[in-house]
């Protein structure tokens, strides 16, 4: 069984430019989860789908940042414009159950410069 | 201050010893889950822990979590060098209702070396 993949493994961008993470959850698993680990900060929830269905946005930082998920499949981070303090690794989850264990992905490494 | 307090932030033994992390909350948690990260890579989960005095093992490393569900603990025995890497607690907190609301909030991480 393929586990949480994450595209791309890193990415470098300007400030001020767009970019979009996209993460592909274990096959059959409804919620998905985003988190974000910026420099010597702990890992911090960013948002919850259950399907295609925001559960949980409360952790998004502002609205730069847009989270989709159409059709309940794979689902997409979009950062823009991007600042300097959106540096740092975005990491996807996956669990078949709200209250089952998290699969989590290898996680994107984004640099704003 | 941390919702989870994880100690120590690192920990350095030479290969064959034992080690414990702990991992602690002001709250009564839904459930506690342990993950281990290598340098460039996701985490990788190691256990989950959802009753009160509940332990787990699973080969040489032993997680506990205390009957109020506010104190984990991570042991390994006779550590080895493939145990290196970071450990890091997460955890999932009551709702109003009984539920969980599914987000995990994490410690900061225990950086772990084992000397061959």
């Known amino acids: 069984e393929a586990g949480v993949t994450q595209f791309p493994s890193h990415s470098v961008i300007e400030k001020g430019q767009t970019v979009t993470l996209r993460c592909d959850p274990i096959s059959g698993h409804d919620n998905l989860y985003w988190y974000r680990r910026v420099m010597g900060k702990e890992i911090k929830f960013l948002l919850h789908?259950?399907?295609?269905?925001?559960?949980?946005e409360s952790g998004m930082p502002n609205n730069r940042f847009l989270a989709e998920r159409t059709g309940g499949t794979y689902s997409t981070l979009k950062v823009q414009p991007a600042e300097l303090e959106d540096s740092g690794v975005y990491f996807c989850?996956?669990?078949?159950?709200?209250?089952?264990?998290?699969?989590f992905g290898p996680g994107t490494r984004l640099t704003v410069l | 201050s941390q919702e989870l307090e994880q100690s120590p932030q690192s920990l350095i033994v030479q290969e064959g010893k034992n080690l414990t992390i702990n991992c602690t909350s002001s709250k009564t948690l839904y459930g506690l889950y342990w993950y281990k990260q290598k340098y460039g890579e996701g985490l990788i989960f190691l256990m989950m822990l959802q009753k009160g005095g509940e332990e787990k093992s699973h080969e040489k490393i032993t997680a506990k979590l205390d009957e109020k569900k506010q104190q984990s603990s991570l042991h390994i025995t006779a550590s080895q060098p493939s145990h290196a890497g970071i450990y890091l607690c997460?955890?999932?907190?009551?709702?109003?209702?009984?539920?969980?609301?599914?987000?995990?909030?994490f410690g900061q991480g225990t950086i772990l070396t084992v000397h061959p």
């Open positions: 997460g955890a999932d907190k009551y709702r109003a209702g009984g539920t969980s609301y599914g987000k995990l909030t």
């Open positions: 789908f259950v399907k295609e269905s925001k559960q949980d």
């Open positions: 989850a996956s669990s078949d159950r709200i209250y089952n264990e998290q699969f």
